[in-house]
Structures are given as C-alpha cells and as structure tokens.
C-alpha cells in the first residue's frame, strides 16, 4: 500500500532512506535543515538532503524552526500518513510529531539506549563498541526516548572507521524503514530500557585533539572514529592532521607523547605503542609516513 510520506532530514546519512521510500510510496514533501554559509570560502550551500530531493522533483521546506504558526500549518496541510525523520537536526515540538495520520518514526543510528542524541555513530567507536546497530524509533517530546519497532545490529570491526559504519548504518537504516512502512500494522512499539542510557553528544573541537596520556588503543579508537576528518595534534606552530595510525604491541616506559623512532612510533599513556601512518600538515596533501618525512621532520615531545 502506498503511503503519504513527509520526509525530514538533512546529511548524506539520509539519502539512502529517502531513495527507498520515493520508489515505493508518495513523498510529498522533504523538510531539511535552510542553505547556510560552508567551507573556506563561505558559500551557501543547500544540504545533501535538500539537493537530492530537488532532484527527484519532491516540494522542499526549510524553515530554521518550528516556533512559527504558519510554519505548522503548512506542515499539517501535507496530511501525510506518516512522518520519517532521518538526522534531521532538530527537535520536533508536538504539534510536528502528532501531525500524521498514523505515526512519525526516526531512523537512529545506534542501539538505543544508547548513544541518544546528536553523534553516535563516531561516539560508539571512539568508546571502543564491540557493536552498534539502527533503530526505527517513535518520536515523542524527549530525545532519541521513543519506544522501539525495529533494529538490526551490525559489528564493528577493528577497521571500521567513522565514514565505513556511516555507510553500513545509512542503508541499513534504509532497509529497516521499508520494512516498519510495509509492516507497521505487525510491529509492537517495544519501550526503551532505562539501564544503559548514554548521551553522543555533538563533537567539540577537544575531541579532535589527541591527548598522548591516553592508551594507544583509545588515540586508535579517536583517529578512526574521526576518519577522514581526522585527529590532530600540535608541533611547534603546525596543527598536524592524523588519518590513520597502528596499534603496535610494544611497551616504552618513556614520557607519553615521545617519539620513539624516526618511523614515528610515539610513547602513549600506561606504556602503550601507535605508530602515525597518514598525516597531513597544513595546507598540504594529505601523505602516508614516508612521504611525510621527506620534508618534514617531528622531533622530541609531542603535545
């Protein structure tokens, strides 16, 4: 049965979930977050979101809120049957949420409880999760606190990063919305535990910063969470990038931060070992260790 759809959301995240539903029910409209001002040069930019649905030929609305009236009313106007919210960026206030004819479901991209809120896909590596996994969720007044319809689970892997899970989790939240949308009638909303509660909040910029005190294993944990941004830390005056690094089984009882060898092996906290592989210095392309180390050279203490 085809269904009404208004669609929310706004990264690339959510593209997938909105490519499933177009093909098999009537999107009417797509909400994303308004164009705003982006990269070094500032330019206003629409969101992956908004530019994909232009694409498709789907109405798109981008109010900065919904504190407006006029706003809500044109959001009831769509009578959709459902509402689907994929990272849309905000939080829905009742009159949004209640609007539909049956039900508004978010697509989230953990295993609730945990990791509610804004970034949980980079939190769950960055904490070293065994596993993480997407969520059909009821959207309600509290964040990410909806009952659950469905999830599916997926591992992580040592060599997952924050854009490989950003991936598998965008198409399996994909799927698992087609499934809620074709079965719904079947599915029971299924409470959220109160044990295990923890919050992904927004990363600051202390998040991109290594801090050598810390073991190895969670400066890995960091520097793959944050891929392809990458992690960074501070040499005399550059602010040097770091994509990728190596757990190594060695131990040092020399100062964290210490570079150990000229192939960069660096002394981390509690006498742990990672080596740099890729990195990039300011203004520079992005190189594996050996190319770095031609015309750069890192030397004594890291900070």
């Avoid at 990063?161 to 299924?190: P, Q, R, V």
Wanted: charged share 25%; glycine share 6%; with cysteine.
């Amino acid at each position: 049965m085809k269904h009404k759809i208004v669609f929310m959301g706004t990264p690339d995240f959510a593209i997938p979930a909105l490519e499933h539903i177009a093909k098999e029910h009537n999107v009417v409209a797509v909400y994303s977050q308004p164009p705003r001002p982006k990269g070094r040069g500032q330019e206003v930019q629409k969101s992956p979101v908004h530019l994909y649905a232009e694409s498709l030929g789907i109405p798109i609305f981008t109010p900065a809120n919904f504190k407006d009236s006029i706003a809500i009313e044109i959001f009831q106007q769509h009578a959709a049957d459902f509402v689907v919210v994929v990272a849309y960026g905000l939080i829905l206030p009742p009159a949004i949420f209640e609007a539909p004819k049956i039900n508004t479901v978010n697509i989230h991209a953990s295993l609730l409880p945990r990791w509610r809120g804004a970034d949980p896909i980079r939190r769950a590596i960055m904490a070293g999760d065994d596993e993480t996994g997407v969520a059909i969720m009821k959207v309600e007044k509290g964040l990410d606190t909806g009952g659950i319809y469905l999830e599916e689970r997926t591992p992580i892997v040592s060599d997952d990063t924050g854009e490989s899970l950003h991936d598998i989790l965008s198409f399996l939240g994909a799927h698992l919305i087609m499934e809620y949308l074709n079965n719904y009638n079947n599915l029971e909303e299924k409470p959220q535990s109160l044990d295990g509660i923890t919050y992904a909040h927004k990363l600051s910029k202390e998040d991109f910063k290594i801090d050598w005190q810390k073991p190895a294993y969670d400066i890995y944990n960091q520097v793959r969470a944050l891929f392809p941004m990458g992690a960074f830390f501070q040499f005399e005056d550059d602010q040097i990038k770091i994509k990728k690094v190596t757990l190594l089984d060695e131990k040092t009882d020399l100062k964290p931060g210490t570079i150990l060898s000229n192939d960069l092996k660096i002394a981390c906290g509690n006498g742990t070992v990672l080596q740099l592989d890729i990195l990039q210095r300011p203004g520079k392309k992005v190189m594996d260790r050996d190319d770095f180390l031609k015309g750069f050279s890192l030397f004594g203490t890291l900070k």
